[in-house]
């Protein structure tokens, strides 16, 4: 295996630094290989390991003039070993270091989200627990719905976490893949076993048929599943915004001593973090869109997707990785409000019990309709005149006629939508 760059942050997997290493390395593994068909010397073989080395200001230098960063590449390497460089490079093109140098900084990259991901589940598994039973109110279209729990809000999120780790596994599998197979695929200079025999040693998979290039729509899949990860994480910090709002006010993002929120309102308090995630999220899916279009070339290959994957591959795996990091602080440091929910549960009145109602009436004999336009009736009394929704019920011309007051206080009961709680954690492995 390639000596790894040691530098724990992700953007060094992008240096220039680490990209000649892997390359380095690639070169050598391919002498071994070339020097077990008898095409290398092995006395020549052992001082090319031993003198290898490069040089990036040296490298820089004669790319001024090249204008081809691996020609200076292999032109520095070569000055490095003397004359034994006449065995360096042989049955190669650029792109078979390139693109098999790529497989193992997005193998590399993908280690570290990985585990981003897994510290994120750990932190959303801890609050899930923390607030399973916590009460609040579940929305849609931003409308007070039926009761739910702050905890089933926190076990979707684990459980859309734990498929985007599966998908970045994959992305990962897919995207580790090598190929030396020369100027056009065909292997008319260098032969197959050498390429399966390097990327074997790279802990990559040799790919099946390749042009002068790997295709990019393995690149354009590994994109796709960042833009869905950094989408999950738009959409909870969207939840977390609109649940910071004053009105809301059911849990904000952690407010440190000495932040300030505003220049001119000392009071403030904002979702920065989470606005930053929803900002960023743009970022991949567009550079997802890029990535797409880097897969139709012209013939065995173009360079037009080059310039393109130089600043989206890095950007979005940099980008991702601190959209994990920070969100991961999110949860940990979350401010919950309990009482708030309670407050805002209650605040429309008992309608939130309206499908009870609507179920009650239909056990008594009444058809859907029926009871529907009896419920609603009532409903849209409590909404213009705020007033108690089971007050009108009971006030109602019809409904007392099927369902009595000891009947519909069992109706209005929180703890009927918390009975399945438990086995819907279970079901999402918490």
């Known amino acids: 295996m390639i000596e790894r760059y040691s530098l724990p942050k992700m953007a060094s997997i992008w240096q220039e630094e680490n990209k000649f290493r892997i390359m380095l390395a690639i070169e050598l593994f391919v002498c071994e290989a070339q020097a077990k068909e008898g095409l290398i010397p092995g006395h020549a073989l052992q001082r090319i390991k031993k003198k290898a080395k490069f040089n990036l200001a040296r490298i820089k230098k004669i790319e001024e003039k090249t204008q081809h960063d691996v020609v200076a590449f292999i032109s520095d390497v070569s000055q490095s070993i003397g004359p034994d460089a006449k065995y360096l490079h042989m049955g190669l093109t650029s792109s078979d270091l390139l693109d098999t140098t790529l497989g ?107 042009t002068q290039i790997i295709q990019r729509d393995i690149y354009a899949v590994f994109m796709a599943r960042l833009a869905i990860i950094g989408s ?18 059911e849990a ?74 920070k969100f ?54 409590s909404w213009k005149s705020e007033r108690d929704f089971k007050e009108l019920l009971l006030k109602d011309r019809d409904v007392p006629k099927y369902l009595s007051s000891k009947e519909l206080d069992k109706i209005f009961n929180l703890n009927y939508y918390l009975r399945n709680v438990d086995k819907i954690f279970r079901r999402v492995g918490l």
């Not at 020369?182 to 076993?193: L, M, Y």
């Not at 409000?337 to 309670?342: Q, S």
């Open 328 to 381: 991961i602080n999110v949860v940990d440091g979350l401010v919950v409000y309990p009482e708030n929910m309670m407050a805002n549960l209650i605040k429309t009145n008992g309608l939130i019990f309206s499908q009870r109602v609507l179920l009650g009436l239909m056990e008594k004999g009444l058809s859907r309709p029926e009871a529907y336009d009896m419920v609603q009736r009532c409903a849209m009394q």
């Open 232 to 249: 999950s994480l738009e959409k909870f910090a969207t939840e977390i915004r609109h649940l910071q709002r004053t009105e809301v006010l």
């Open 104 to 210: 193992v900084q997005l193998g590399e990259a993908s280690d570290i989200l990985i585990d981003d991901l897994k510290r994120l589940l750990k932190s959303i598994s801890a609050k899930a627990k923390k607030y399973k039973d916590t009460v609040c109110i579940g929305r849609t279209h931003g409308v007070h719905a039926e009761p739910t729990t702050f905890g089933l809000k926190m076990a979707l999120w684990y459980d859309e976490i734990t498929r985007n780790l599966e998908r970045l596994r994959l992305a990962k599998e897919e995207a580790s893949v090598g190929k030396l197979s020369g100027a056009v695929g065909t292997f008319s200079n260098i032969n197959p076993d050498v390429e399966v025999y390097v990327c074997k040693k790279l802990g990559l998979k040799a790919a099946k048929i390749s």
């Open 252 to 325: 904000e993002e952690p407010f440190g001593k000495g932040q300030k929120g505003s220049s001119a309102m000392p009071h403030k308090r904002n979702p920065v973090i989470c606005e930053r995630i929803c900002g960023m999220s743009r970022i991949l899916r567009g550079n997802s869109l890029a990535a797409m279009e880097n897969v139709a070339l012209w013939h065995e290959r173009d360079i037009s997707h080059s310039s393109v994957e130089r600043v989206i591959l890095p950007d979005s795996t940099i980008a991702l990785d601190y959209m994990l990091n």
